[in-house]
């Protein structure tokens, strides 16, 4: 089985710039959650997929947006980069909703 | 409301001594509680979840978590402290508000868990 993979492992952008990162879920898993990981904080819940619809939003603005696709793959897309922005950005999937996440290793993003 | 409060930032014991993390909830629904553990440079493990089955959990690696309603606590525990489980520790809660809606999950902000030998 599969775990949850995430690409590229590492990213540099520029502020303004756009990024489109990705994460294949574990097989059988309809559930992507996505989050964004800070230096030295907790994970931050930014959204969630349940087949192919968007089902939970944390307190991200809209230039963070998202798609699963029909094979419960996922993308974060975050538009107009912010200095912000840099962090550690965590995919997680899972059976169901409410069932458990299984982590992916994560993208590190770092915006100059 | 949906909250988690870990209570340390960081805990140190020495090798072989019992470890103790505690977390306190709040959640207007009925919650599933989680704690996972994220070592340095590596992604999030799931360590034990409670879903109102029983109220002690037990987890991986000799770890267990005690759901207590009344206290809204979710403390994780360990009888003797390893080396390896050096480690930052998160609390999570989880709820569904409604048949259909939105999930929402929460993480704690970590506790570092220091282990001297």
């Known amino acids: 089985e599969t775990g949850v993979t995430q690409s590229p492992t590492h990213l540099i952008k520029t502020r303004g710039q756009q990024v489109t990162l990705r994460c294949s879920s574990q097989?059988?898993?309809?559930?992507v959650s996505w989050y964004q990981q800070a230096l030295g904080q907790g994970p931050q819940f930014i959204f969630q997929y349940y087949r192919e619809e968007e089902n939970g939003r944390g307190n991200f603005p809209p230039r963070f947006s998202g798609l699963q696709f029909p094979n419960y793959s996922s993308e974060l897309n975050v538009n107009a980069l912010e200095l912000d922005d840099s962090a550690l950005y965590l995919c997680?999937?899972?059976?169901?909703?409410?069932?458990?996440?299984?982590f992916g290793p994560g993208t590190r993003l770092l915006v100059l | 409301a949906q909250s988690v409060t870990q209570l340390d930032s960081h805990v140190s014991v020495s090798e072989g001594t019992p470890v103790l993390l505690r977390c306190n909830y709040s959640s207007s629904y009925s919650p599933s509680l989680f704690w996972y553990v994220q070592h340095p440079n590596k992604g999030l493990q799931l360590l034990l979840k409670?879903?109102?089955?029983?109220?002690l959990v037990k987890g991986i690696n000799g770890f267990e978590a005690e759901f207590k309603k009344s206290e809204t606590s979710f403390h994780l525990t360990k009888p003797s402290a390893h080396m390896s489980d050096a480690a930052e520790y998160f609390c999570v809660v989880s709820d569904l508000p409604f048949s259909g809606g939105y999930q929402k999950v929460t993480f704690g902000i970590g506790t570092k868990l220091q282990v001297i030998p």
């Open positions: 997680a999937s899972s059976e169901d909703r409410l069932e458990t996440q299984y």
């Open positions: 409670y879903t109102s089955a029983a109220t």
């Open positions: 097989s059988g898993h309809n559930t």
